[in-house]
């Protein structure tokens, strides 16, 4: 099964994912990227997107990416810096690639930009490899 197989079957259960309206636009061995359209009820009392919402769409990102060779690996340590407000309407895109990737754990740099590849957060994720599957064979 490829890296896309794994995270589509990730995604069919991921109902957060589902309601930011994620789009995959490339995966491949611990590596993600993905992309999102900023909507009225993601933004905070300020006008501007929940820093929230940001944090999940890089911990999609970062879960497609260390999940994605069927090792299931679940979060040990993550981080995010905000460097630019995001407002409805904007389209971001997280990068995630692969800085480590070990037989326990595995350390991943999710760059979120907005269409205007303007670098709108930075965020570091630390995973663990439990050793079990995402996905069964023949699934």
Known sequence: MSPTDVVNHMLKTDAFSNW???????????????????????????GIVH??????FA?????????NRNNLSVALDTSINF?????IGDTLIAEAIEM???????????TITNQNQ???ALFKGT???????VMNEGI
């Open 83 to 87: 460097v630019k407000a995001v407002h």
């Open 118 to 120: 303007q670098t709108v």
């Open 100 to 110: 480590h990737n070990g037989k326990s754990t595995g350390i991943y740099h999710i």
């Open 59 to 67: 911990d999609s990102a970062f879960a497609f990416a260390c999940n």
């Open 20 to 46: 930011l309206g994620i789009e995959l636009i490339e995966i491949k061995e611990g590596y993600s990227k993905i992309q999102m359209l900023v909507r009225a009820e993601m933004l905070n009392g300020l």
């Open 51 to 56: 820093g929230g919402i940001a944090f999940s």
């Open 127 to 133: 995973c663990f490899r439990t050793g079990k599957l």
